[in-house]
């Protein structure tokens, strides 16, 4: 059924009307990771040529981790250009989710390394975003180009949180990918907070103020038995 409704949809209609009226390079442009309590939030911007084959070309939220990986290899073999954008966890508590994630679309529209005419944007338009764009609610699911853009972002970022997951194996990342899952939180609650942990996010936060109560409260107790010790 939904394969259905995926058929039925002109994935090419927005890049059409931009070809009417007078633009010739258009990228897709989406985000993956603006949600997870860990990890880099990544953008990616692709221009497809037009009309070209989008079979299994979707939005990545509607794939299977299997299906992903073929539309990725897919849009690297056919696109005209493919830029992504990676902000880390500490710049993401620097200026806010929302705000990295613009960053990262801008960081992804240069790494393509030719003039973009315009950008079509999954959401809503971006305030003083520095390139011509059209902001399209879930525009991953009505365009071919951003549908691809949200390939290459998801399966980047789970590629970066599975290579976090050798690094801190305790966290559980290449199952969850950083989202808040309950399992992440129980882990949080055992192991605190590491390096890759967005530290603004409240989860975070309330880990690593638990934590430090626990340190304090076992420094105290250890003062407290030296003290007993001592009496005795």
């Known amino acids: 059924m939904r394969q259905n409704k995926v058929n039925a949809i002109d994935l090419w209609q927005f890049e ?3 070809l009417s009226n007078g633009y010739s390079i258009i990228a ?3 985000e993956a990771g603006r949600g997870p309590l860990a990890g880099p939030v990544v953008a990616a911007a692709v221009i497809l040529p037009f009309e070209c084959d989008t079979k299994g070309i979707f939005d990545s939220k509607q794939l299977s981790g299997a299906a992903r990986d ?3 290899r897919k849009i690297h073999e056919s696109a005209i250009g493919i830029g992504v954008g990676i902000i880390e966890p500490d710049e993401i508590d620097r200026v806010n989710i929302l705000q990295a994630t613009y960053n990262a679309m801008r960081a992804a529209i240069r ?3 030719q003039k ?3 950008c ?4 809503n338009p971006i305030p003083k975003f520095g390139f011509a764009h059209r902001g399209i609610v879930k525009g991953d699911a009505k365009s071919a180009s951003i549908a691809a853009a949200s390939i290459i972002a998801k399966v980047t970022r789970d590629r970066i949180m599975c290579e976090y997951d050798d690094v801190y194996p305790q966290y559980g990342f290449a199952k969850h990918k950083g989202y808040p899952t309950e399992e992440h939180i129980a882990m949080l609650s055992i192991h605190g907070i590491c390096k890759i942990h967005r530290r603004s996010f409240g989860p975070v936060a309330r880990a690593e103020e638990e934590k430090r109560v626990w340190a304090q409260t076992e420094l105290l107790w250890d003062k407290e038995e030296n003290v007993r010790h001592q009496n005795t």
């Not at 079509?120 to 959401?123: E, I, K, R, S, T």
């Open 116 to 118: 973009v005419d315009l």
């Open 120 to 123: 079509l944007v999954d959401g």
């Open 28 to 30: 897709g442009v989406d």
């Open 70 to 72: 073929s539309a990725f």
């Open 111 to 113: 790494e393509i390394n």
């Open 16 to 18: 059409r009307e931009a």
